[in-house]
Structure formats: structure tokens, C-alpha cells
């Protein structure tokens, strides 16, 4: 009897008890009577591991939909959402101050005093801004601030500062940034900024620095524009240096120009001495 222990129920011998064993049944012989377990046969196990397999197949073909990694870096953005609606605040704020310079600096340092960085797009947009309505004053003054700032430093902000020099007669301080700009970024000076201080040089009539802002480019191998390349040779005309100004115009100019003829647009040959 001492494999009684393991068997769930015990049937003395009887017929009947012999109904009572099913065919998932395993029947022990112990003395006198049977001793009926009810384990059930090694295939019902096996059915079940290979269901328990099949799932797990499915769950491991079943592909996992991977979340993308959300980092954000405050200091590295550049939002510009709602950044026409700030450079519209700014102009109305400037626009609306004394010609100060404490007052203007504090007024755009409490317009930045809530951002987590350099609102440097909606600056740049009030600067265009400011230029469309020709108030130089207003540009200078947020340029400079911006500079200030350690903010702007750009091609473009350089040549709206030059520009605005320029209309509000401020020569000397357009070529104190000029130098400044041609000693720190000599090799990556645009064209555009050469011909922007060429101008202001031309509308104030000073031939001479003309001519050395025309050397600086050509050491620097920048080729001229058309409108560059005839102020140029205008001012070699006027200190009186003819063949100069015949070897400038020779040398940059294209042997061909277009003219309007009939409504029409039409190429004709260039003669050397042309300036118009």
C-alpha cells in the first residue's frame, strides 16, 4: 500500500469499478484491488506543448512596433512659429522709443527676457522689416544690439548695418565695421558685401577708398559685378587714370550686353570704352 498515496481515488473489486476507468486512465495493480490514478496519457501532454509552442511562435513572429526616441534640446532650436508676430512686437516696440541708446537696449532686453533662447529669426525679420520702412535709425540700433549680443553675425545682417551707414550718414562707423569685418572674415566676404561698401563709398564721391576696396577684391580673386565694375571705372576716370579704367572695363566686362530694341531684347556687341 505504499503506492496509495499517489492515486486520487481507490475502487475496491468490483464490476461496476470497472466502468469507472476511462481511457485516459492509467490502472496500478496493488494486492487485492486496483488502485485507479487519473493521470492523463502522455499525448493529451504532448497536444498541449505543441498549442503552447504554436503560441509562442506567433508572439515571437509577431513583429514589435519600436517608439521613437522624442528629445528635445531647447538650445539647439530654431522655432520660428509665431516669429512674424514677435518681429511685428519688436517694430511697435522700437518704433515707439526715444533715441536712446539705454532705453533701446533695455527695451529689447525685456523683449527677450521670457524666451529660452536668441529669438534670432523674428530679429532678423524686424530688421528686413525696418529696412522696407527706411528707418535707419531703428536698424542700427537693433543691429548693433544684436551684435552686442553675440547674435547675427552674418552676411547679411553685416551688409542692412552697412546699408543703413550709408543712408544715415554715418561713414565713419561703416568703416570701422568694414575693417573689422575684412581682418575676422576675409576669406568668406560675399560679393554683395564688396559691392555694398563700394556704393556707400560712390555715394558719398570717395574715389580713392573706391579704388582700395576694388583692390581688396581683386587679391582676394572676388570678380565684380557689372554695376561694381562701372562705379570702379568711373572713379579711375575721375582721379584721372584712363588706362585703368579702359583695362577694368576691358577686363570684367562682358563682350556682350542686351538692350530693349522694337520691344524686343537684344544682344549686341560691348566696345571696350563702353560705360553705359
Known sequence: MAFSSICSRSYPFYPWARNKVQRNEVTILLGSGFSVCRIPFVSCSQKLGEQSLGISKAVEKKPLKKEG?????????????????????????????????EAVYGALDKWTAWETEFPLIAAAKALRILRKRSQWLRVIQVAKWMLSKGQGATM??????????????????????????????????????????????????????????????????VRPDENTVKKVARAFQKVGQEDKQKLVLRTYLSKWKYIHFNGERVRVKRYASDED
Open 69 to 101: 526616441k522624442n528629445e528635445h534640446h531647447l538650445w539647439k532650436k530654431r522655432d520660428s512659429a509665431g516669429s512674424g508676430q514677435k518681429a511685428l512686437n519688436l517694430v511697435r516696440i522700437v518704433s515707439q522709443l526715444p533715441n536712446e541708446k
Open 156 to 221: 547679411g545682417t553685416y551688409d542692412t548695418l552697412l546699408l543703413a551707414f550709408d543712408m544715415d550718414n554715418r561713414v565713419d562707423e561703416a568703416e570701422s565695421l568694414w575693417n573689422m569685418v575684412l581682418h575676422t572674415q576675409t576669406r568668406s566676404i560675399s560679393k554683395r558685401l564688396f559691392s555694398r561698401m563700394i556704393s556707400l563709398y560712390d555715394h558719398h564721391d570717395m574715389q580713392d577708398k573706391i579704388i582700395e576696396v576694388f583692390a581688396d577684391m581683386e587679391e582676394l580673386c
